[in-house]
């Protein structure tokens, strides 16, 4: 089966730049997490989608992020004005529907997009 | 809520040592946890996971750990170390609270001397 695929897997802005950024799950994920890590730091949880429907946000920093699954399928992470603070590694996860055994089911990973505002 | 801290964020051992990376967690229920490892330029991968029954749980390329819930610990560990090894590890919890949102821990980037 196709991975988690994320693009771009780099990109440069300068601040106040809009950049967004795209994740395309496994196919029959339900489950879609946005990440984001800081150079050096811990992996930090953004949000949660099951399908189209989101299911925490509690982790978005602010109103400059927006993210959005239409469809339930693909995902995409918009960044509105971009702010130097945003860089870093951007991770999709997807992992499958938890009411069909799917509790404990571990993530699987896109490669990041690298997200540099100068 | 539930909380990862990974002791070290650098370890180094020789090819052939034993390899032990800790993890210690917090969570208000029964968890799940994990075991992910990135090489460079790529995504995280699973290595191993703890759902529920036995404690000591295999992974791949040779990896265990073992859930000690009286130390609330996942220490991940390898008999002997091999150069491929080299890369950055993440201990991660996850709770069944309604959704499965999965916290990491800082990571521990492993060094592997020849």
Same mark, same amino acid.
């Given at each position: #089966? =196709? ?31 946005? %990440? ?14 099951? $399908? !189209? ?13 927006? =993210? #959005?699954?239409?469809?339930?399928? %693909?995902?995409?992470? $918009?960044?509105?004005? =971009? !702010?130097? !603070?945003?860089?870093?590694? %951007?991770?999709? =996860? ?25 | ?6 002791? /070290? ?6 090819? /052939? ?40 749980? *295999? ?8 859930? *000690? ?31 499965? *949102? ?10 592997? *001397?020849?």
């Amino acid at each position: #089966e =196709a991975g988690v695929t994320q693009f771009p897997s780099h990109s440069v802005i300068e601040k106040g730049q809009t950049v967004t950024l795209r994740c395309d799950p496994i196919s029959g994920h339900d489950n879609l997490y946005w %990440y984001r890590r800081v150079m050096g730091k811990e992996i930090k949880f953004l949000l949660h989608f099951v $399908k !189209e429907s989101k299911q925490d946000e509690s982790g978005m920093p602010n109103n400059r992020f927006l =993210a #959005e699954r239409t469809g339930g399928t %693909y995902s995409t992470l $918009k960044v509105q004005p =971009a !702010e130097l !603070e945003d860089s870093g590694v %951007y991770f999709c =996860a997807s992992s499958r529907r938890i009411n069909t055994g799917g509790k404990g089911s571990p993530l699987h990973f896109g490669n990041g997009t690298r997200l540099t505002v100068t | 809520a539930q909380s990862v801290t990974q002791l /070290g964020s650098h370890v180094s051992v020789s090819e /052939g040592a034993l390899v032990l990376l800790r993890c210690n967690y917090s969570s208000s229920v029964p968890p799940y946890l994990f075991w992910y490892v990135q090489y460079p330029n790529q995504g995280l991968q699973l290595l191993l996971k703890y759902t529920t029954g036995a404690t000591l749980v *295999k992974g791949i390329n040779g990896f265990e750990a073992e859930f *000690k819930k009286s130390e609330t610990s996942f220490h991940l560990t390898k008999p002997s170390a091999h150069m491929s090894d080299a890369a950055e590890y993440f201990c991660a919890v996850s709770e069944d609270t309604g959704g499965f *949102k999965t916290i990491f821990g800082a990571g521990t980037r492993l060094f592997v *001397k020849a």
